[in-house]
């Protein structure tokens, strides 16, 4: 249980104002356990992130933890926090892309939730991996990105807006090209695009694009997921929180190199949902804390690798493809 003294005063922690004008906290928790924390813990750390100040939770149905973590809420609520000053997303998970409304349904249920206040396409691919995978798990019927399949699944995301289920609807793992038609095409514009963000992939132009198109960015693995499944690790792979710059931020202000990488994120503009079940609270603190100071952004700013953790190898369509196929890294969508 958190003690008084390990409280941050949610009214103080910053917040990101979202084109309808809603305000969601610029620091959420991550739920994902990487396949090895078990769900009761994952939601254990809810309740005691909410103690300890936290408001804002991000969670899907693929992480199989929304039941408990729903009981979790609901104590919170029981507990004197209003629905209203939390802030839940959740996310369709890529078998469920022709029943958005079921999927929606089944989330709010689980969640004990009567509305959420931000709903993903969690990826762009309708193309499933069973939890637990390895690297060479493939969808059998995998499919390419196709714009009209995507909009017909977007279009259902939309009447979860009119129906009042959900207040936002947003995108995650896109790229410029993807979401230039999203914007194009969308009736319900997306209000956020969630993706990978980090000290050692920055994503600069994704991240200008997202926000200058009144979109806001979250950003998952904001400490490079020290603890993300071994499908999700390549040889290349390197860990912001190893890296001498960051490890020197860290020395002169006395905290984790973590903590370091989400005052980081925040300060940047960008909305870090680090997963934790020990180290919450540091994390919370740090983005309250004294702030890096410009000099230290920029030594941030000049580590950027361009590493991709997360590369989504399980999702490709055709055999001897690379995971880069995924993210149009030529600048135009991958053709079928
Ligand atoms: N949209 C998507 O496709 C997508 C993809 C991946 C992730 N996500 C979301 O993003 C969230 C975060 O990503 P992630 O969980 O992969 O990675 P992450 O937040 O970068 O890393 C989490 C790991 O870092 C450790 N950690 C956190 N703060 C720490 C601190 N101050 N000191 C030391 N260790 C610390 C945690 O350990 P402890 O538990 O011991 O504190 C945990 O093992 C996920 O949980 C999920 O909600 C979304």
């Given at each position: 249980m958190t003690s008084a003294l390990q409280r941050i005063d949610p009214a103080v922690i910053p917040q990101r104002i979202l084109?309808?004008?809603?305000?969601?906290?610029?620091?959420?928790?991550?739920?994902?356990?990487?396949?090895?924390?078990?769900a009761p813990q994952i939601a254990e750390a809810v309740k005691g992130a909410a103690s300890a100040?936290?408001?804002h939770f991000d969670c899907a149905s693929v992480y199989g933890n929304e039941k408990p973590i729903g009981v979790a809420l609901e104590e919170i609520q029981r507990g004197g926090i209003r629905r209203e000053e939390l802030w839940i997303t959740s996310k369709l998970w890529n078998d469920m892309h022709d029943d958005v409304i079921g999927?929606?349904?089944?989330?709010?249920?689980?969640?004990r939730l009567s509305y959420l206040d931000l709903y993903l396409v969690h990826w762009p691919f309708p193309n499933f991996h069973p939890p637990g995978c390895d690297v060479t798990s493939r969808c059998a019927n995998a499919r390419p990105?196709?714009?009209e399949n995507y909009m017909r699944t977007w279009r259902e995301m939309e009447k979860l807006v009119d129906m009042g289920w959900v207040r936002h609807i947003g995108t995650s793992n896109m790229t410029i090209?993807?979401?230039?038609l999203v914007l194009r095409d969308a009736r319900v514009k997306p209000a956020v695009n969630e993706m990978e963000m980090h000290p050692?992939?920055?994503?600069?132009?994704?991240f200008r694009f997202v926000e200058e198109n009144g979109m806001r960015a979250v950003g998952y693995c904001p400490v490079g997921s020290p603890g993300r499944p071994e499908r999700d690790r390549t040889p290349e792979d390197t860990a912001p929180t190893e890296d001498p710059v960051i490890i020197e931020i860290a020395r002169r202000h006395g905290i984790h190199p973590a903590v370091v990488c989400i005052k980081w994120a925040v300060q940047r503009g960008q909305t870090p949902i680090p997963f934790s079940v020990n180290h919450y609270f540091a994390n919370l603190a740090g983005v309250v804390g004294p702030p890096l100071s410009s000099e230290e952004m920029r030594a941030i700013a000049a580590i950027d690798r361009n590493c991709r953790l997360i590369k989504g190898q399980v999702f490709l369509w055709k055999p001897g493809q690379t995971w880069e196929a995924l993210w149009d890294t030529n600048g135009e969508i991958t053709p079928p």
């Open positions: 084109y309808t004008g809603a305000t969601m906290p610029a620091i959420g928790l991550g739920t994902f356990g990487s396949d090895h924390v078990s100040g936290y408001r999927s929606c349904r089944q989330s709010l249920a689980d969640l990105y196709i714009q090209p993807k979401l230039k050692h992939f920055q994503q600069p132009e994704l």
